[in-house]
Nanobody
């Protein structure tokens, strides 16, 4: 089992940057693939980015490609989401999630961190 705690959210102007962090507990961090999801008010939660357990393969939703970068440090049990060129439509609560590497569903979720992009 793994517990996830996000940090790094906040208020930023359009065009600005934020880096989200998600710290994980447990000794088997590198057995998990990790993802970032977001949920805007009145909308369903959506996938943002994912990374495999080694960090060698990443996936992004189309609207964030070229602006967001997911990375992980297995030594520090942490996954990051670097967000650049932020837009008002990126405003949402961002969640990190973990799934055992050979499973398809994310079973572990953090509590979320608010990202607001506004002038």
């Amino acid at each position: 089992q793994v517990q996830l705690v996000e940090s790094g959210g906040g208020l930023v102007q359009p065009g600005g940057s934020l880096r989200l962090s998600c710290a994980a507990s447990g000794r088997t961090f590198n057995n998990y693939a990790l993802g970032w999801f977001r949920q805007a008010p009145g909308k369903e939660r959506e996938f943002v980015a994912a990374i495999n357990r080694s960090g060698g393969t990443t996936y992004y939703r189309d609207s964030v490609k070229g602006r967001f970068t997911i990375s992980r440090s297995n030594a520090e049990n942490t996954v990051y989401l670097q967000m650049n060129s932020l837009k008002p439509e990126d405003t949402a609560v961002y969640y990190c999630a973990a799934r055992v590497w050979n499973k398809s569903t994310y079973d572990y979720w953090g509590q979320g961190t608010q990202v607001t992009v506004s002038s």
